[in-house]
């Protein structure tokens, strides 16, 4: 079974992603920001929790997760709306970021209290959604694609929220059963935490992929 600390070196497999997207940043379409911000906040993520884990601060590190949770759904959102998902509307796009942080706060208020335990509710609801918009996406790039598939950043990143938020939605599912049968869901729950790990390598190098096919930024762009 991995440690803890063999878990947080294969977490960092995401710097790949991000140091590519730093030296490609100015030169790529700019409607690509917002997962270049994501996978920047992923990175800081994973080191804040290795320190906050390592240190024993348990509260905090809850309280972070659970804000990450938000900001991961809004930046990916937005990078949904950008390849024009809700059609374009801003209004569209507000509305379901409305909504979603609404859930969120609600279920913080209510369910988690912010630090004291994971937001598992709106974690869930949240994979869900993108989900769904992935698949919405990818079957727009399948049928719409000009050239190789295989250069399109757009499937990329859409396989590789398809992969991570799938196995995601199991993995929390799971957190549930610990509190009916602590005894068998606990082993079984940490094998598919490991498992977990290697799905994530695999996604972060989908990211890395990803940002390579990013296309250059064009003279007139318009985020929304």
Request: glycine share 2%.
């Amino acid at each position: 079974m991995l440690t803890p600390f063999q878990q947080f070196i294969f977490s960092l497999s995401i710097i790949f992603a991000v140091i590519i997207g730093i030296v490609r940043f100015k030169k790529m379409d700019p409607s690509y920001y917002p997962f270049i911000y994501n996978i920047c906040l992923a990175l800081l993520m994973e080191v804040a929790h290795q320190v906050l884990m390592s240190n024993g601060y348990s509260h905090p590190l809850v309280a972070a997760v659970n804000v990450y949770g938000f900001l991961d759904f809004f930046l990916f959102t937005w990078l949904f709306h950008n390849w024009g998902i809700f059609n374009r509307k801003r209004r569209v796009f507000f509305t379901v970021v409305s909504i979603f942080f609404v859930i969120w706060l609600l279920t913080n208020v209510f369910y988690s209290q912010f630090s004291k335990k994971l937001n598992l509710y709106y974690i869930i609801l949240y994979s869900f959604a993108l989900i769904y918009f992935s698949v919405n996406a990818f079957n727009k790039v399948i049928v719409h694609a000009r050239s190789n598939i295989y250069r399109n950043a757009q499937f990329w990143i859409c396989l590789g929220v398809i992969i991570f938020f799938s196995f995601f939605i199991v993995l929390n599912a799971t957190r549930f059963l610990l509190v009916i049968k602590p005894k068998v869901s606990t082993k079984f729950w940490h094998q598919l935490h490991e498992i977990n790990v290697y799905s994530n390598v695999l996604v972060n190098f989908l990211y890395a992929v990803a940002v390579i096919w990013i296309p250059r930024k064009k003279k007139y762009t318009t985020l929304f």
